[in-house]
Each structure stands twice: as structure tokens, then as C-alpha cells.
């Protein structure tokens, strides 16, 4: 027995050995520690503790002696950790136990102070939302880069003709520049739910402790403004517990990749043979071991592949998060793989994007041609006999024959003869063949969000401001 306790003694973790009476197995130790992971929160939790220092330290908690020796170890750990020389260790469990033990080594019992009135609950919650709040922005900065080249092609190719889609089958012709512009207006609503997720989690919950808050007198304003939070979260049980930021944060990047991969199916079928509407650079795709003839649109495809896994994150959290009574659960351990897994692969999927776009080539014969296959001003035709006192409906009907005679002897509408179309309606005139052609369709639509060239480089000057 007394042999018993005297190994358990000198091996139980320090953090919480007194009231432990033998060592934590070995299999448990590594199944429940985090650092593995949760090291990339290290600058965050270094400035959580310098925070929490100096806040001490201003509510005489802690001696002027005691602080400047903890800032100068935080200091010197963070610098450790930043060029490659700290030995992370399983046995300290989480980022936050290592970076603790390791400034006590250095330091001593200041060290040992520094953990006065918080709690790794409050602790880790603060890291997250400080890292997120971090790579919100550089999410932000690279979609922006994006939308810039999407400008920029959308630009060139403002006047640019293709067909128009509905159902995958060809609807009236739009031009290439309002089809970018309609990525670009996707990704606009994507910053502004990464800002507005980034706004609702900048709040600090560092003061909540473990759960109830703390016995000293603690200045939580103080910490959230050196932190740079806008305010103290209002509850200390939620504040600890909570993840729904992460849960948001997760949700607007399903959504922005969702988008991505319905730009990329587009960039996919565009590039095939049967359609090839554009061209990617080689540097964009791959070959084939086999066929040499192959050019794969590699990039889109696997941002298509990869929207699987960042949907999936988001639901790991969500259900990580269903059911979990209030307040901080060991659970929520879990919810940092699938967090940085997304922001790693949304920022990779946004490079890889924001490099590709402005580099597309676009094959305007190809597209032009496309257009002028489908009948694709028959809506055009409908809204010249509108114009000639025909009722819609009436109109569609008319169309409807003139596209029948099409079908079946081979030609567009703008190659049928007067005569042929007077056939139909005699309120057909030789001005018909204004209306007929592509060019006259696109500049038709000469409104807000229409896809008149004029329109698209309205809505790119307005975009640019
Ligand atoms: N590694 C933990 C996490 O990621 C930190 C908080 C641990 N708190 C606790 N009471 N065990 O959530």
C-alpha cells in the first residue's frame, strides 16, 4: 500500500495530482489530450495570459514583481514555441497546461500564480474566439482577392456572348460578364456573414472561470479591451460552454464553399469537350498516367470534393453541441479538429481560386455558337409581338410554332425567312430581325441586374467603390 502511494505520488499529473492517488493510464493520458491539435492556439493563449496578468497585477493580486517576471516568461515561452525549440508534452494535455508548466520552469512560483481566478474553461474559450476572430480576416482578405479577379475578368468580357442556362438547358443569352457577376455577388454575402459571425464572437468570456465566475475581484472590462473584444460576455455558465460562434463561423464557410463548388461544376462542364466554353491554364490541372491526350480540371473538382468535408464539419459540430447540458463538458474538446480543419481548407480552396479565375481563357466563338443553338431569343420574339398589342400568351403560342418549324427543318429563329415567320403572325415585320440576333437580346436587358453590357459594367463600377 504505502509502496503504492509513493509511485503515484511522484507521477500524477501536477496540474490536479493532489487529489489523485494513482497515475493516469497511459492510453487515457494520450486519449484525452488536445496539444497535438490545440498547439496552434498558442499566440492566443499567451496574450489571454498576459492579459490576465496584468489585470492581476492591477487589482493587487499579483506584485509588480511577480507580473514582470511572468511577461518576460511569456515572452520568452512564446519565442521558444515560434522558432521550433519547445517540447510540447501529451502528459501536459492541452496548450494550455504546456505553455503554463513551461513558464513556471522558467520563472517559478510567479508561474504558479499566474492561473490565480481562471480556469482552462474560460481560458479555451477566449483562444477560439481569439484565433477565429484572426482568421475571419485573412478568410475575408482572400475571398476579397477573388472578387477582384472576378472584376476583373467580368470586366473583360463584359460584352463577351454565351447562352444562358435553366434546367442545364439553353434559356436566352446572357454574357459572360453577368455570369461572373453573379459569383461575385455570391461571395459578397460571404463576407458579410464571416463579418457578421466575427462581430457576435468577439466578446471575451475570460473571467468566467470555470463556470461561476471568480471569488477576487476581477476586472473583466479591463481584459476584454486588452484583448480587443468589444465587451465581457454576460454570462459566466455560457460563456464557458457555449460554441455556437464555432458553429456559425462553420456554417458561413459551408455555405462560401457550397458556392465554390457551384462555380466549380461550372468550370468543369465549361472546360469539357462538349462544351468548351473556356480553357484553364496548364498550371490548373493535371494529366492522365494513361491518356495522354488528358487535361483534367483537377482544382475545381477537388474544391467540388472537398465542400463534402466542410459540410460535414459543420454538422460534427452541431451535434457535438445538441444535447450537452450547461456548462463547460469535455466534449467540446472536440470541436477544434473540425474548426481548423475548415479554416485550412477554406483558405486553401480560396487560393487556389482566387490564382485560377482571373487566369480563365475564355473560347468567345464557342460560346457564341452555344448561344445561337436552343432557340434562345424565342422570349425575345414573345416580347416583340407583346409589343405589337399580341397578349403574352398569345405570343408564347406563336413562338412556340415558329420554334416547331425550327426544330424541324434545322434552323435558329433568326434564320428563318419574313416570310416563313409572318407565317405565324402577320404582325411579324422585317424589324423582327433586330430582336433575333444575340447582340439585340443581351442589350435589351438594359435595367438593374439585367445582363445588358452596359448593366455589367455598371455593377462592376459599383462593386470597385
Ligand atoms: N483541452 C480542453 C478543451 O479543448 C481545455 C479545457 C479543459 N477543461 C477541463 N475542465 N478539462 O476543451
Known amino acids: 500500500m ?28 494520450a486519449f484525452t489530450a488536445s496539444v497535438q491539435f490545440d498547439q496552434r492556439m498558442y499566440r492566443q493563449d499567451i496574450a489571454g495570459s498576459r492579459a490576465h496578468a ?6 493587487a493580486v499579483l506584485s509588480d514583481d511577480d507580473l514582470n517576471v511572468i511577461l518576460e516568461g511569456l515572452d520568452k515561452v512564446e519565442q521558444e514555441i515560434s522558432s521550433g525549440n519547445f517540447n510540447w508534452s501529451i502528459a501536459r494535455e492541452d496548450v494550455h497546461m504546456n505553455i503554463e508548466a513551461r513558464l513556471t520552469e522558467l520563472v517559478g512560483d510567479a508561474g504558479k500564480r499566474l492561473h490565480t481566478g481562471r480556469s482552462r474553461n474560460d ?14 480576416d485573412f478568410i475575408n482578405d482572400e475571398i476579397k482577392r477573388l472578387q477582384q479577379g472576378m472584376l476583373d475578368i467580368a470586366e473583360r468580357e463584359a460584352a463577351t456572348i454565351m447562352p444562358g ?5 439553353v434559356a436566352q443569352p446572357v454574357t459572360f460578364g453577368h455570369h461572373i457577376m453573379a459569383w461575385h455577388a455570391m461571395m459578397k454575402r460571404d463576407v458579410s456573414r464571416f463579418v457578421d459571425c466575427q462581430q457576435r464572437m468577439n466578446e471575451s468570456p475570460l473571467g468566467a472561470a470555470a463556470l461561476a465566475g471568480t471569488s477576487y475581484p476581477i476586472d473583466r472590462e479591463f481584459t476584454a479591451k486588452e484583448l480587443g473584444f468589444t465587451a465581457p460576455t454576460q454570462n ?13 463561423f462553420c456554417s458561413s464557410a459551408a455555405i462560401l464553399l457550397v458556392h465554390l463548388s457551384r462555380m466549380s461544376e461550372e468550370l468543369v462542364i465549361w472546360s469539357s469537350a462538349q462544351f468548351d466554353f473556356i480553357e484553364l491554364p496548364d498550371r490548373f490541372c493535371t494529366g492522365s498516367s494513361i491518356m495522354p491526350q488528358k487535361k483534367n480540371p483537377d482544382v475545381p473538382e477537388l474544391v467540388r470534393g472537398k465542400t463534402g468535408r466542410i459540410n460535414g464539419n459543420l454538422i460534427s459540430l452541431l451535434t457535438l453541441m445538441k444535447s450537452q447540458p450547461l456548462a463547460y463538458n469535455k466534449d467540446n474538446q472536440e470541436d477544434k479538429e473540425p474548426l481548423f480543419d475548415t479554416v485550412d481548407t477554406v483558405l486553401g480552396c480560396l487560393r487556389a481560386f482566387a490564382d485560377m479565375v482571373p487566369a480563365i481563357i475564355c473560347k468567345h466563338d464557342n460560346m457564341y455558337k452555344a448561344a445561337k443553338q436552343g432557340f434562345s431569343t424565342a422570349t425575345d420574339l414573345a416580347d416583340y409581338l407583346v ?27 433568326s434564320e428563318l425567312t419574313l416570310e416563313e415567320l409572318q407565317q405565324f403572325s402577320d404582325k411579324i415585320e422585317d424589324d423582327v ?4 440576333t444575340l447582340e439585340g437580346s443581351v442589350e435589351a436587358r438594359n435595367h438593374v441586374g439585367g445582363t445588358a453590357p452596359e448593366q455589367v459594367r455598371k455593377a462592376i463600377a459599383l462593386a470597385r467603390k
Open 54 to 59: 496584468k489585470m492581476l497585477n492591477k487589482i
Open 123 to 136: 481560458q479555451v474559450a477566449t483562444d477560439i474566439r481569439l484565433y477565429l476572430r484572426e482568421q475571419i
Open 433 to 436: 430581325f433586330d430582336v433575333l
Open 236 to 248: 459566466s455558465l455560457d460563456s464557458v460552454s457555449d460554441r455556437d460562434f464555432a458553429i456559425e
Open 165 to 169: 442556362f435553366t434546367h442545364l438547358q
Open 387 to 413: 409589343r405589337k398589342n399580341l397578349p403574352f400568351r398569345d405570343a408564347h403560342e406563336v413562338v412556340g410554332k415558329a420554334v416547331a418549324m425550327g426544330v424541324s427543318t434545322g434552323k435558329d429563329l
Open 2 to 29: 504505502s509502496d503504492k502511494k509513493e509511485t503515484s505520488k511522484a507521477t500524477t499529473n501536477s496540474a490536479w495530482g493532489g487529489r489523485f492517488s494513482e497515475q493516469t493510464d497511459a492510453f487515457v493520458e
